[in-house]
């Protein structure tokens, strides 16, 4: 059976989280918990509901992603969800020994995403490098 965990949402980070909306854009102050109730929530959402799928966390350089966005993302994603690097997620390619599904349309590069469990991928993509987000 599955451990119970309570995870605090602000009023207005819950109304984003139910709505269950498609497109999000969340205008805030600092503070207001973009990471962690919003981002982290909403991406684990995407994760289970699309296994072997594929999506993207966008940064204005590489340097913001690796030094801000990502590693709070994950941390947001471990404790909303409960899942830890190493075994529900890794970087790069999953481990070949554990079987993981391959997402429906491979990375040619491995090493700038982020694989969960069921096949789903994260690619990091700086807008500083001219065509990295082409489509």
């Not at 995870?7 to 980070?13: A, F, R, S």
């Not at 962690?36 to 204005?60: E, H, L, T, Y």
């Not at 913001?64 to 947001?76: D, E, G, K, S």
Request: net charge positive; charged share 20%.
């Amino acid at each position: 059976m599955a451990q119970r965990r309570d995870v605090y949402l602000n009023p207005m980070q819950q109304r984003i989280y139910y709505c269950g909306a498609r497109d999000i854009r969340v205008i805030a102050a600092r503070r207001f918990g973009k990471t962690d109730g919003v981002i982290g929530p909403q991406s684990g959402r995407v994760v289970q509901s699309m296994p072997q799928g594929a999506g993207i966390w966008a940064g204005n350089s590489r340097k913001q992603l690796f030094t801000r966005t990502v590693p709070a993302t994950i941390a947001a994603i471990e404790r909303f969800w409960g899942m830890k690097e190493g075994v529900h997620f890794w970087w790069g390619q999953p481990p070949k020994s554990l079987n993981i599904p391959r997402p429906i349309i491979k990375p040619k590069d491995w090493s700038h995403c982020i694989t969960f469990y069921n096949g789903f991928v994260w690619h990091l993509v700086s807008l500083e490098v001219q065509g990295s987000a082409n489509s």
